[in-house]
């Protein structure tokens, strides 16, 4: 099992940048894909970024070009940089790792992202 802990939410003006980061225990992250998923109330979770184990990055198109989905095994760390944010960036954010060999799915409890002036 792993367990994933999610930061780095916050308040930001429209434009602006954060760095999510998403730490996990009990379990290497390279054995997972790891996806950054986001959730605006009353709405699905929306898959935002996927890295795979061997680092293969792919993004949703709302959001390509202006966030970059990172990891460093070492550290157990996959971080989500986002630029040029905008009101519509806001929501929930949440960490995913999925086991592909178990078939199983493991959360983060969510870090708050709001863009707002």
């Known amino acids: 099992q792993v367990q994933l802990v999610e930061s780095g939410g916050g308040l930001v003006q429209p434009g602006g940048s954060l760095r999510l980061s998403c730490i996990a225990s009990g379990s290497s992250i390279s054995r997972y894909f790891v996806r950054w998923y986001r959730q605006v109330p009353g709405n699905q979770r929306e898959l935002v970024a996927t890295i795979t184990g061997d680092g293969a990055t792919r993004y949703v198109e709302s959001v390509e070009g202006r966030v970059a989905i990172s990891k460093d095994n070492a550290k157990n760390t996959v971080w989500l940089q986002m630029y040029r944010l905008k009101p519509e960036d806001t929501a929930v954010y949440f960490c995913?790792?999925?086991?592909?060999?178990?078939?199983?799915?493991?959360w983060g409890q969510g870090t708050q992202v709001t863009v707002s002036s």
């Open positions: 995913n790792a999925f086991d592909s060999m178990f078939m199983m799915n493991y």
